[in-house]
């Protein structure tokens, strides 16, 4: 049977980090290629080759073609609400703000990392009640699920653009692009936060709500913020780190080295 190669990095997601006069390609550092001897761990793939495996979203459903569910996840309304806000950097309507949390929400769900964690509970608890005796065609209902449980999580919170003072600077991407992390509360219980690139030169921070009346807002980062933000993106990757396409080769390792360094990111999102 042939294989069907399907994205949970969508590609117009990370077109964004790309352009036609780069023919669409990222540098990828492979972050296991780089730790074995004699490897090249860069490579310039075209993104329609970057995020994705083969037979992921599968499903063997009489009726229905066995790609029909990836068409189905990029044909939301969110494309074009997502598309609009990396063009304008700003919210339109709280109707932007839904579609912009779904894909987030969607992006936690759909990431094979995500899958690796969760699905053998979730095949355990659900694979005998459902009515097909074939595991995968359990997928679609394990994204909605997941997808669900953070976009009503990421309701409750706040959001904030960020975007690099200096043009010179970027945010990096990855494979796993959302990046979660725990911060101390003062004497209380931790808080989460919650940050993910949306283009090179655009970035989301989300936080649980400080104030009811500020659902979103803007904020420019300095040099040191920007290394915080491509600090958390860096620690989620699977495997591959992505960086723009007209960067330097010999500056790319340097800049991995530093990544690697543990940092303490606290309270400079505040």
């Not at 690099?164 to 990855?174: F, G, K, R």
Request: net charge negative; aromatic share 16%.
């Amino acid at each position: 049977m042939t294989s069907i190669k399907h994205h949970y990095l969508p590609i117009f997601y990370l077109g964004n980090f790309t352009n036609e006069e780069n023919n669409n390609q990222l540098i990828a550092f492979d972050m296991l290629a780089w730790k074995e001897e004699g490897k090249n761990p860069i490579s310039r793939p075209n993104i329609k080759n970057l995020g994705c495996e083969n037979n992921l979203y599968t499903i063997y459903i009489e009726g229905f073609a066995r790609d029909s569910f990836e068409k189905i996840l990029d044909k939301d309304k969110y494309v074009d609400v997502y598309k609009a806000i990396v063009e304008n950097k700003m919210l339109n309507s709280e109707e932007d703000l839904i579609q912009l949390l779904f894909f987030i929400a969607l992006t936690i769900a759909r990431n094979p990392k995500t899958k690796e964690i969760f699905w053998p509970d979730f095949v355990e608890k659900w694979g005998n009640r459902n009515l097909t005796d074939i595991e995968e065609n359990l997928y679609p209902m394990f994204i909605q699920h997941h997808t669900d449980f953070w976009f009503y999580e990421l309701y409750n919170g706040q959001i904030t653009f960020v975007t690099p003072e200096d043009n010179s600077q970027y945010l990096i991407c990855c494979d796993f692009p959302v990046s979660f992390e725990w911060r101390r509360n003062g004497e209380g219980p931790g808080l989460y936060e919650i940050t993910m690139p949306l283009s090179f030169n655009l970035g989301v921070h989300w936080s649980k709500r400080k104030s009811p009346s500020v659902i979103c807002r803007s904020k420019f980062l300095n040099s040191d913020r920007v290394n915080v933000f491509n600090h958390k993106t860096f620690r989620s990757f699977t495997r591959f780190v992505y960086f723009p396409p007209d960067m330097m080769e010999d500056d790319i390792e340097p800049i991995i080295e530093i990544m690697e360094i543990p940092w303490d990111s606290s309270g400079l999102f505040d």
